[in-house]
């Protein structure tokens, strides 16, 4: 930004290619891993760690626009909204910086396909997998919505799957705005057809949770029958009802085809107004009144049934401690009260996930392992003692350059992200480091 809070545009038209550096060598080009109406993204290395990031900026049709100076704006505000929202499902902001006049957005790289060339190649998702997606999805929306923020355009194009994990990654948040409830707003009216709600159609209209329901809805509706969706003015205009989704795959349950066409209603009042609302309508009777389905697996027949209510409970010092009990009882290291290096090479996934899962869960993206994870990667990535002591501060368990006792931890929800799991109550071998180890772990 320039001294007079402008955001002046690039001296010509700027494009970089394969093994130019920017900033003084801290990233080298890679390639184009492809563009929209406003940005492009570049696959990229980070020279000092190898670690292979996305660079995003403004292309070059944006680039030669007389408002130039508003879209530079409102990509910098796109690059702080997505640096408050820190979550497993959400694409990660490493850095923001200024090259050459432009303003460019340094994230994780995911490598994998998304959704959308996914069902290409393969067709309708299983009723299962596709459920699994959304889930995914719909607890990072909920995570974004409680920043305030909309997303405004979930798609299958915009959700990845890691090639590793075969999990959910929400991206491009090229759309979203801070929304407040039951306010109108003026909003751009930039659209995908067939998932943007009748709301976006008007530039200024009420947008809540609901008009993300909507889209998500339709995602489910796209992943499950592979169809074209009507436009939601189209079906406005025309008076022309939603086809139910089981008209083009009748292996949808009637229970998940009535969520979807509830959450794709016309008018928002009409819609469960918040994502937990609509994926409770996609749950069995027996998970509603929780909201959401978790499925607590098991290598070794664990019972994860109390952790779970634990967490529900935001009883986040009990949790800690059951954690430390389930893990040292499926490791089979009750007897020595510490996890070993083996112990914690063998630990079996399954178990590790949904340790996890559930506290990612039950704290909407601000505990778990997986989120401590995404900040030592963050941080660079290393199990060495300067990292662990990096990620003390970033956690809240140092202060002062000491470490703090653990009766001294913030037990709540106002605790820095990371904050839990707390290694320190289950023991590992090597001090930290070998949790750093388990942290490492390519199945996390």
Request: a neutral charge.
């Amino acid at each position: 930004m320039s001294d007079n809070g402008k955001f002046p545009p690039p001296d010509g038209m700027i494009q970089w290619n394969k093994g130019q550096h920017l900033q003084n060598g801290k990233y080298e080009i890679v390639d184009i891993l492809g563009g929209g109406g406003f940005g492009v993204t570049y696959r990229a290395r980070e020279v000092a760690t190898n670690r292979m990031v996305a660079i995003k900026t403004l292309n070059a049709v944006v680039q030669n626009k007389p408002n130039f100076a508003d879209y530079q704006e409102k990509f910098v505000k796109e690059a702080f909204c997505l640096a408050r929202c820190s979550h497993p499902h959400v694409v990660q902001v490493f850095d923001v910086f200024q090259e050459d006049g432009l303003w460019c957005m340094v994230m994780e790289y995911v490598a994998g396909m998304n959704l959308a060339e996914y069902i290409q190649d393969n067709g309708w998702l299983t009723e299962a997998e596709a459920l699994r997606y959304i889930r995914q999805v719909g607890e990072a929306l909920t995570f974004v919505h409680q920043q305030g923020f909309l997303h405004r355009d979930v798609k299958p194009l915009n959700i990845m799957l890691r090639e590793t994990t075969r999990e959910a990654v929400l991206i491009d948040f090229g759309l979203a705005r801070e929304f407040t409830i039951g306010k109108t707003q003026t909003h751009t009216n930039a659209i995908t057809e067939g998932y943007a709600p009748i709301e976006q159609y008007n530039l200024r209209d009420k947008r809540g949770e609901f008009t993300d329901v909507h889209a998500l809805a339709a995602t489910l509706y796209n992943l499950l029958t592979n169809e074209m969706i009507p436009p939601a003015k189209f079906r406005k205009d025309f008076n022309i009802p939603l086809p139910p989704p089981t008209q083009y795959n009748s292996s949808i349950s009637q229970r998940v085809s009535d969520a979807i066409l509830k959450g794709m209603a016309l008018e928002p009042q009409n819609r469960p107004q918040t994502v937990m609302e609509w994926l409770a309508l996609l749950m069995d009777l027996g998970t509603q009144k929780q909201g959401f389905s978790l499925e607590l697996k098991s290598a070794v027949g664990m019972d994860y049934g109390k952790l779970q209510q634990l967490l529900a409970a935001q009883e986040w010092r009990k949790a800690d401690e059951e954690t430390r009990r389930v893990m040292l009882k499926v490791a089979n290291r009750e007897k020595e009260g510490w996890l070993d290096k083996e112990s914690i090479d063998n630990f079996p996934c399954e178990d590790l996930r949904t340790i996890d899962r559930l506290w990612v869960h039950y704290s909407n993206g601000h505990f778990g392992f997986s989120v401590q994870k995404r900040i030592w990667q963050q941080l660079g990535g290393k199990i060495d003692y300067d990292t662990e002591c990096k990620l003390g501060d970033a956690f809240g368990w140092r202060k002062d350059g000491k470490w703090l006792n653990y009766n001294d931890l913030t037990f709540s929800l106002a605790s820095p992200t990371g904050h839990f799991p707390d290694v320190r109550v289950c023991g590992f071998w090597g001090g930290w480091w070998g949790w750093l180890v388990l942290l490492s772990r390519r199945d996390l």
